[in-house]
């Protein structure tokens, strides 16, 4: 059983539309967050959610729109693709005080934007 | 504020030792190092929490130094299954954000 699961895996659009990336956990966790993992590896937090409410919202265009109907399941919604959204998109989870916890990725969703 | 990490890359020989550095320009909390293999999600490897405290699992080991704002991976008697991208991630001020380096690649030669 997959612990953090996204869909789809792969994702090849063309710019200006819309796509979602859907998440969701097994684990029982509190906490799912939203990673960006651009062409240089660099992992960098966009949202974070606690309990379906929003904990953490990085400088991230308000173009990304992250909506979480449970504690199981974060979804990203991006509008207007540009070329410099293609990346990995990483969802996660963890308990918290996430100090003293663990966070679980799930496998990535590779989005290229052309 | 991103912790900075050295060196950006090392090449090793299976059985050699390396070691990963991360520092932070703020005060720190806590310390999460994670591992990323090519086309895979990142995966922990441990946390250190403020205090000073050594870690490690198997030939895996980490220091946090609060004082220096640092913390250091230590591998030893390195692997072939070693290689990868390892990543610190700080946190400061309890906030619960861990904002992660941008990585180490290590690639470990048979």
């Known amino acids: 059983d997959t612990a953090v699961s996204q869909t789809p895996k792969y994702l090849v659009t063309q710019m200006g539309n819309d796509k979602s990336i859907k998440c969701e956990q097994n684990?029982?966790?509190?906490?799912m967050y939203w990673y960006k993992q651009d062409s240089k590896k660099f992992l960098k937090i966009m949202f974070s959610?606690?309990?379906?409410?929003?904990?953490i919202n990085e400088t991230v265009p308000n173009r990304f729109s992250p909506k979480s109907p449970d504690k199981a399941h974060l979804n990203l919604h991006i509008n207007s693709l540009e070329l410099g959204d293609s990346a990995v998109y990483f969802c996660?989870?963890?308990?918290?005080?996430?100090?003293?916890?663990?966070?679980?990725f799930g496998e990535g969703s590779w989005l290229t934007v052309v | 504020q991103q912790p900075v990490q050295s060196p950006q890359a090392v090449i090793l020989r299976e059985g050699e030792d390396a070691v990963i550095n991360c520092s932070s320009s703020?005060?720190?909390?806590?310390v999460h190092w994670y591992r990323q293999k090519h086309g895979e999600a990142p995966v922990f490897l441990m946390i250190?929490?403020?205090?000073?405290e050594q870690k490690g699992h198997d030939k895996i080991s980490a220091s946090f130094n609060e004082k220096k704002q640092q913390s250091s991976l230590y591998l030893t008697a390195s692997q072939l299954s070693y290689s990868g991208t390892y990543f610190c991630?700080?946190?400061?001020?309890?906030?619960?954000?861990?904002?992660f380096g941008k990585g180490t690649r290590l690639h470990i030669l048979p």
């Open positions: 996660a989870s963890s308990r918290l005080p996430v100090s003293g916890n663990t966070i679980y």
């Open positions: 684990l029982g966790h509190d906490t």
């Open positions: 959610y606690n309990n379906k409410e929003l904990i």
């Open positions: 703020k005060a720190l909390y806590s």
């Open positions: 250190l929490l403020k205090g000073g």
């Open positions: 991630g700080t946190e400061s001020g309890r906030d619960d954000k861990i904002i």
